[in-house]
T-cell receptor
């Protein structure tokens, strides 16, 4: 596709449930990033992949959060035992590489609401 | 102290005037600097990037970088109502994690006709 796509666009779940958020990067982009954004704040880094491997997962808040990118393209962010504090917009971005100079392009985001 | 700081605004700018946005960062090792525009309810859109000290112009936008003073700014010339949005400053975190962007909280710009 022309841009980064994310599914679903909205997800409402109950506290304690498991959710998966999917990201499909721009074709040819080897690097993929996950951020989350709360109202009135800038995006907060979670994790990024260069190819299939997680190059930096220092932003994952705890072990309930996990992300994979098994074939170096599509990525899935997985959240176990969701909490109300996990409610946010989850943004995915991609770039040609993750080297020194890289421009990241964002998808439309998934709005997660935990009731 | 936040690592990337921006004035939250709102910054009210008359149509046709210049909007000036500032951003300071704390990591002296930062190498890459980006400005994103975010309309309400939408995702961030990349509008400028700058890697070297000095000015970089692209249409009505000019980014300015001063690494010694650790600030980056964005000028929007001939501001239009369609420029009304939140502008996010983003900086690469450290030399060993080029992909990790740190964002400011954004400056809201309101262009008044």
């Amino acid at each position: 596709g022309a841009g980064v796509s994310q599914t679903p666009s909205n997800k409402v779940t109950e506290k304690g449930k498991y959710v998966e958020l999917r990201c499909d990067p721009i074709s040819g982009h080897t690097a993929l990033y996950w951020y989350r954004q709360s109202l009135g704040q800038g995006p907060e880094f979670l994790i990024y992949f260069q190819g299939t491997g997680a190059a930096d997962d220092s932003g994952l808040p705890n072990d309930r959060f996990f992300a994979v990118r098994p074939e170096g393209s599509v990525s899935t962010l997985k959240i176990q035992r969701t909490e109300r504090g996990d409610s946010a917009v989850y943004l995915c971005a991609s770039s040609l590489t993750s080297l020194r100079f890289n421009e990241q392009f964002f998808g439309p985001g998934t709005r997660l609401t935990v009731l | 102290q936040k690592e990337v700081e921006q004035n939250s605004g709102p910054l009210s700018v008359p149509e046709g005037a210049i909007a000036s946005l500032n951003c300071t960062y704390s990591d002296r090792g930062s190498q890459s600097f980006f400005w994103y525009r975010q309309y309400s309810g939408k995702s961030p859109e990349l509008i400028m990037f700058i890697y070297s000290n000095g000015d970089k112009e692209d249409g009505r936008f000019t980014a300015q970088l001063n690494k010694a003073s650790q600030y980056v700014s964005l000028l929007i010339r001939d501001s239009q109502p369609s420029d009304s949005a939140t502008y996010l400053c983003a900086v690469t975190a450290t030399t060993d994690s080029w992909g990790k962007l740190q964002f400011g909280a954004g400056t809201q710009v309101v262009v008044t006709p």
